[in-house]
């Protein structure tokens, strides 16, 4: 596949990834997943996207109820994070994460979704530091980070720009 080929799909499958976002936090959950599931048919390659639209299709099709939590594993707390930070719970997904860390102190994800939750609450700070940490661990969510629509109120911070190497 030529390289402008690859960009284009990339380009396309974060239009659907973003849309779907955007219809979730509307609260639209059958078109957010309708989105979250042609990104998964047409981009499969896209592994960093299609992994997080998996996320959200996983809590569209559970639906928005309310449901005690009992996380188990790693991929549990993730799950939970993810899905209080999706209802605004940041601090809520904080204490998921911290408890995740317990499982896996080297975990990339864990700080990832620390790093949006910190943003996502206003604060830039840590959100700052828990992305350093994330992109430490794991280089190639740099890309992600760069168009994460939850880093949009940091997009412009210049330590930002440091982190995920933009200029």
Known sequence: MSEAKRKDDYQKALSLYNQGIKDFRKGDHDK??????????????????????????????????????????????????????????????LKLLEKALEYKREEARVYYLMATAYVQGGQAEEGLEALKKALQKDKSLAVMAQNEPDFE???????????????
Do not use: T
Request: proline share 5%; with cysteine.
């Open 32 to 93: 957010a997943l309708a989105s979250f599931q042609e990104l998964l048919e047409k981009y499969p390659e896209e592994h960093e996207l299609v992994d997080r639209a998996r996320v959200y299709i996983s809590i569209c099709e559970r639906g928005a109820k309310k449901e005690s939590i009992s996380p188990r594993h790693l991929e549990d707390y993730l799950f939970y994070a993810q899905m209080k930070i999706n209802q605004g719970d940041y601090p809520g997904a």
């Open 153 to 167: 109120p940091i997009w412009e911070d210049k330590r930002f720009k440091v982190l995920v190497k933009l200029s």
